[in-house]
């Protein structure tokens, strides 16, 4: 098996992970022309070339890291949901600087974490299921310790994922990365970091307690 594993059998998704990556992209794209911001501004401000900045939405579509990452999470019987949150209004957002990763104090902690969050959430999994890295490895066509660095190393994350993500940052929203349980892809339940099934209210299930999976 190679990445036809993506046609798994599971409950339907309209866009692929790649596909609502680009979509985010091409909010974040929106929102910064509602605040007036031109590339060469924008730029400034994230350490960025201007051309850099304008090439963020249409290089999301070459990530290898988003499909990647959904092949395997359809190994392992789920998906990727790809989504753009906004942050609490509520709450005070620090300067923008204290939010970008590449400054001397950072104090955006959301930064680039659900990358990371998901790496860690993929490889949980995959042992709970049984699996090698080598078996895995074969069914997605990589190494063995290609999929070893995918769990484990964020550097291996491609650029076109991480530009997005800090873009979303830089305007007060989050990239979240969530893997959906095939049985609950479109009623409102997710598989949480501590592999639990969350319920985030959707009155189709009328059940908010979280369980494991297969509970």
Not at 69 to 91: H, I, K, M, N, T
Request: proline fraction near 6%; hydrophobic fraction near 40%; include cysteine.
């Amino acid at each position: 098996m190679t990445v036809e594993l993506a046609e798994q059998e599971t409950a339907p998704i309209r866009l692929s992970a790649l596909e609502q990556l680009v979509t985010v992209a091409e909010r974040l794209d929106q929102i910064r022309r509602e605040e007036g911001l031109s590339f060469r501004e924008a730029g400034r401000m994230l350490g960025l070339r201007a051309a850099n900045v304008l090439v963020v939405k249409t290089r999301a579509a070459t990530s290898t890291t988003v499909p990647l990452f959904d092949a395997y999470a359809r190994y392992l019987g789920c998906s990727l949901r790809v989504l753009l949150v906004e942050d609490d209004p509520g709450q005070r957002r620090p300067p923008w600087r204290q939010r970008m990763p590449h400054g001397d104090n950072p104090a955006d902690e959301h930064a680039m974490t659900e990358l990371w969050r998901l790496q860690r959430q993929l490889r949980r999994l995959r042992q709970r299921a049984g699996y090698t890295c080598d078996e895995v490895a074969a069914a997605l066509g990589i190494d063995a310790i290609a999929l070893w660095r995918k769990e484990n190393a964020p550097v291996f994350v491609d650029h076109a994922v991480a530009n997005v993500m800090m873009l979303a940052r830089f305007f007060g929203y989050t990239v979240r990365l969530y893997l959906v349980g095939p049985e609950v892809m479109d009623v409102g339940w997710w598989i949480g970091d501590d592999d639990s099934v969350v319920y985030d209210g959707n009155p189709e299930t009328g059940d908010d307690e979280p369980h494991l999976p297969g509970e």
